[in-house]
């Protein structure tokens, strides 16, 4: 499912759900730019998503119409059918990865990153030689993780030698400048999409 779409997803449903908001603040719920969302709202005011009702002081209630309503659900249906899709993809590029681990004899990881990847990557590993030793996340450090303490990269030194995982698809430079950094330059690092990474300058 192309980004604008489902950009435009999440605008209708926030409208749905509170239509009488500014565009400032519809901005700032769904993390994306005013002009992006005043873009989107002229387009659904003008295909007829949207009625606009004005009300003083410069206020606006944006209220989605049965046309919307029907879009709104299309775009859902196709989002869902990306979402199983995408899961099945990175499902078999996990199991992939996984594969070319054992290959190399690798018998333990440490996951870097606590979020959805990590939680498909977890069950995946059910069916492999490969055991989870560790976790870091710096946004969740604190937490659990299947029952594992996560921890912060500047622990990593502390966890049982093992080779790393990188769990996220975006971010993975910051990642392993924050893994360099930490004492992690002699480790293996692996990531979803690739098989081995440099962490050495």
């Known amino acids: 499912m192309e980004r604008e779409k489902r950009h435009f997803l999440r605008l209708l449903d926030a409208v749905e759900q509170n239509g009488h908001v ?5 901005s700032k719920r769904l993390n994306m730019s005013l002009g992006l969302i ?6 659904a005011v003008r295909d007829g998503y949207f009625e606009v009702c ?18 709104k ?8 059918a990306y979402c199983f899709k995408f899961y099945r993809d990175i499902r078999k590029t ?33 069916g ?4 989870l030793v560790g976790i870091i996340d710096r946004e969740n450090e604190g ?21 790393i995982f990188i769990t996220t698809i975006e971010d ?9 950094e930490n004492g992690g330059s002699e480790r293996m690092v692996f990531s979803v999409f690739n098989s081995q990474l440099s962490v050495t300058d």
């Open 22 to 26: 500014t565009q400032r603040e519809l």
């Open 143 to 163: 937490g659990t993780f299947f029952g594992h303490p996560i921890c912060s990269p500047e622990d990593l030194s502390t966890l049982p030698d093992a080779a």
């Open 94 to 126: 996990i199991q992939k990865r996984l594969r070319e681990l054992e290959n190399d004899c690798i018998q333990a990881v440490i996951f870097y990153g606590a979020g959805e990847t990590a939680e498909l990557l977890y069950h995946c590993l059910y």
């Open 73 to 80: 659900s299309r775009l859902t249906t196709e989002y869902i």
């Open 172 to 180: 993975c430079d910051e990642k392993i400048r924050d893994i360099r």
């Open 54 to 71: 004005v009300l003083p002081p410069k206020h606006s209630t944006y209220v989605l119409t049965t046309k919307g309503r029907d879009a």
């Open 38 to 43: 005043n873009l989107f709202i002229k387009r």
């Open 128 to 131: 492999s030689s490969i055991n």
